[in-house]
């Protein structure tokens, strides 16, 4: 089956460590993104992707870092500087020309020790 | 840029009444128009996208949603809730005509179904 895979599903952090969240898909899409969600603020874009070895910031970069090598893979790394890391992490990707329809990985839920 | 506002973060009805979910949106350029909807601990799911064309759009499980320019607004709606509605709905605008389309979503409305 097509789709999202997020690992793991609970993570927890340690203080002044760096956490490293999973993403992949086999949708053959270009686009893939990561946002962060807490309770009664919606969705917040941190960063995203539109091509191999390229991507962007987004509303709420810092204490986080990506890499994209592979087209299928786009792994998040919420590192010590993220002082309040607790949150659940949604991964999508999106197809080109698809009308900006993006699809949703299941989540990790990330808490701190 | 965008913006969404969705209006109630929590909405309860009763099983078998309509269900309407408020969105109004701000965009500089025609934008296209999403529900998504999530249930507890797990990612969200496409209800339903407007991109250009028919102004009521239909969706899964019985949803639609009407875009009104001039009202700014995509308001999601069921004629009779189900027990299997109550999740948390999510809009979100992006820029019409590009090819990838950052997402910017509302802070969402929780809905209760009371049996």
């Known amino acids: 089956d097509g789709g999202i895979t997020q690992s793991p599903k609970y993570l927890f952090r340690k203080e002044g460590q760096n956490v490293t969240l999973s993403c992949e898909q086999n949708l053959n899409h270009d686009a893939m993104y990561w946002y962060r969600q807490d309770p009664g603020q919606g969705l917040r874009l941190i960063y995203y992707?539109?091509?191999?070895?390229?991507?962007q910031k987004g509303d709420i970069a810092e204490g986080y870092s990506v890499s994209r090598e592979k087209k299928e893979s786009f792994p998040l790394t919420v590192t010590s500087a993220q002082k309040n890391p607790t949150a659940f992490y949604l991964c999508a990707s999106s197809p080109t020309g698809g009308g900006n329809i993006q699809y949703f990985g299941a989540g990790t839920r990330l808490s701190v020790l | 840029a965008q913006s969404v506002t969705q209006l109630g973060s929590h909405v309860s009805v009763s099983e078998g009444a309509l269900v309407l979910l408020r969105c109004n949106y701000s965009?500089?350029?025609?934008?296209?128009l999403f529900w998504y909807v999530q249930y507890p601990n797990q990612g969200l799911q496409l209800l339903l996208k407007?991109?250009?064309?028919?102004?009521l759009v239909k969706g899964i499980n019985g949803f639609e949603a009407e875009f009104k320019k001039s009202e700014t607004s995509f308001h999601l709606t069921k004629p009779s809730a189900h027990m299997s509605d109550a999740a948390e709905y999510f809009c979100?605008?992006?820029?019409?005509?590009?090819?990838?389309?950052?997402?910017?979503f509302g802070q969402g409305t929780i809905l209760t179904v009371h049996p």
């Open positions: 992707s539109q091509i191999v070895n390229d991507f």
């Open positions: 965009s500089s350029v025609p934008p296209y």
């Open positions: 407007y991109t250009t064309g028919a102004t």
């Open positions: 979100a605008v992006s820029e019409g005509g590009t090819s990838y389309g950052k997402l910017t």
